[in-house]
């Protein structure tokens, strides 16, 4: 005999399930459960009876609260008092079964997987795609709202983020969206001379700036920037340029080659401005010896050095009898001794410097005053010299002493008479 009660499968498929295999192995399992837990609807018979009789089985009558069902050795038992116990004895023995334990199931399996499956479907089929607004990430089907579970269902995590590049979101097909290269992730160096540019962002990166030199050769200002003018030769990067027209309008230009015009030596490669800085053109080296008479006083258009001419005199001049010594510069810096020469106009030495620059009077004392063979005219010349000497004359002439006259004068003293 059974005795049936029928509970709603889907609280109760691990109870038959675990009866029927208790059944099937030969033990004894007792199944207790609390009435009070079970909704009413759910715990109620079959045949919506609560007195312990079931919808299609016989009545279990009893003089208590609890009624028991025997047939062949077998017995259920059901306990009306609040909670419910179930005893299954399959000692080799057909005994009473929860209602086709096996079948009940396979049955529940029937019902429950279905309605899981249909679930399941409804459920992903609610989850947002790509693109979609969301307000978390369980919303998406990626499990990714944006970057911080607000925005746009992503199709991926993005990465990076976080970072100044890092990305903010993303866009209405799914894609990550970073910061453009407009967005500023390091600010620009300089050092010395060469200024790095700002890095930007690049695909959710931060890019190096490109790194040149400072703009006009000038140098660093500070540790971002550039100058713009120079003050100074210092200002300017390369050696090989000098700072022209320092001030808010100086520039770096290049420094001069041998013979090119400067005012200043640190305007010349070579650093060397005429002979003292302040030439006309860059010398190819310093010049030597300066300073002296004949020593350079510039450099040309090809950066030799300018010495004075032979024309000019240097050391002591020196006079003896007639004859002049004077050194004179040899046009490559060196004061030469000079070549003996007779004092100019037949004169002779005034001193033993220097020779007379005019005779004096017309007569015998002027005629000492001039060289053998020439004698004293008196006559006052252009330049403002006094007398002149003149060479004696030949036969014939007029004369009025010997020392006019080659060969003599016949006159008497005091005479007038002509040269022999």
């Not at 990714?144 to 903010?168: D, I, K, Q, R």
């Not at 959710?204 to 003018?229: M, Y």
């Amino acid at each position: 005999m059974k005795t049936k009660r029928t509970i709603k499968w889907g609280l109760l498929v691990a109870v038959a399930t675990a009866a029927a295999v208790t059944a099937m192995s030969g033990c004894e399992l007792a199944v207790e459960f609390d009435r009070s837990k079970i909704p009413q609807e759910e715990a109620g018979l079959e045949d919506g009876g609560t007195d312990g009789t079931t919808g299609d089985g016989p009545t279990t009558d009893g003089p208590g609260p609890d009624s028991t069902t025997e047939a062949g050795g077998d017995s259920s038992t059901v306990d009306s008092g609040g909670r419910d116990s179930a005893t299954v004895d399959s000692g080799g023995r057909d005994s009473a079964t929860v209602d086709s334990g096996m079948d009940a199931v396979a049955d529940s399996a029937a019902d429950v997987q279905p309605e899981a499956a249909t679930d399941a479907a409804g459920e992903a089929a609610s989850l947002l795609g790509s693109g979609a607004v969301c307000s978390g990430d369980a919303q998406c089907t990626s499990g990714v709202c944006g970057v911080s579970g607000t925005g746009s269902c992503c199709a991926a995590a993005c990465s990076p983020v976080g970072s100044t590049c890092g990305a903010t979101g993303c866009d209405t097909s799914g894609a990550c969206v970073f910061p453009s290269s407009s967005t500023t992730c390091a600010p620009a160096s300089c050092t010395g001379s060469m200024l790095t540019q700002a890095s930007t962002c690049l695909a959710g990166s931060c890019a190096a700036g490109v790194s040149a030199a400072c703009a006009g050769g000038f140098i660093c200002a500070d540790a971002t920037s550039c100058k713009t003018a120079c003050s100074a030769d210092t200002d300017c990067a390369s050696t090989a340029d000098y700072c022209s027209n320092p001030g808010p309008s100086g520039t770096c230009i290049s420094k001069g080659a041998a013979g090119g015009t400067c005012t200043a030596s640190a305007q010349c490669t070579s650093g060397v401005c005429g002979v003292s800085g302040t030439g006309t053109h860059c010398c190819s080296a310093a010049c030597s010896p300066t300073g002296t008479t004949c020593g350079a006083t510039d450099c040309n258009a090809s950066g030799a050095c300018v010495f004075p001419s032979s024309s000019t005199s240097c050391g002591a001049v020196s006079c003896s009898g007639n004859t002049l010594t004077s050194p004179v510069c040899d046009g490559s810096g060196t004061c030469g001794t000079g070549s003996p020469a007779p004092c100019p106009g037949s004169l002779v030495c005034a001193s033993a410097t220097a020779c007379l620059t005019g005779c004096g009077t017309n007569d015998a004392a002027g005629d000492a005053n001039c060289v053998t063979g020439f004698w004293c005219d008196g006559v006052t010349s252009d330049a403002g010299a006094a007398g002149a000497c003149q060479a004696s004359q030949a036969t014939g002439a007029p004369c009025d002493r010997n020392s006019q006259c080659t060969g003599g004068c016949n006159v008497t003293d005091g005479g007038t008479g002509t040269c022999l």
